[in-house]
């Protein structure tokens, strides 16, 4: 029989979740198995949350007032979630959704990275409509959590 490798739990399971076992101590150690069912229903549950989350974020803030102009759009390799009109400042709003559980939480899973990434975009964009260049810029942050399921908590 051969020993499997120690692993921290939040990997033992993270694995779990995507369907792996744990690599062993055998000359294949450090290549991780392939998954033994498809991610096609994970896939289109975090899409279908992920979507639902930007209808929920968009909603609340019309209702406070903002004027939505475009919802995912896209320049280069990037995209904005919602773009919105507040008085004459045009926000550019990053949606991120989480379970309850996650071990990160939805604002806390934007990187720097992802956050330079929603700069060049929204640059991008500023520079494809002229009509935008002259406002005011904003960057917000809507962090949704979602309970079991597809429920906002």
Known sequence: MVAALPLRPWLNK???VLGLDAPSANKDAGVLPKAT????????????????AETDAADYLMGQ???????????????????????????????????VHAHVSAIESISRSKRRKIIETAERLLNEKPEWRTRACRFDVIGIQFADGNQPA
């Open 14 to 16: 993270l694995l779990s």
């Open 37 to 52: 069912h498809s991610n096609k229903t994970n896939s289109n549950t975090t899409l279908a949350r992920g979507h639902q």
């Open 65 to 99: 007032g903002l004027q939505l102009l475009d919802r995912n759009m896209r320049a280069g390799r990037g995209e904005i979630d919602l773009i919105m009109l507040q008085g004459k400042t045009l926000v550019f709003v990053e949606v991120r959704a989480r379970k």
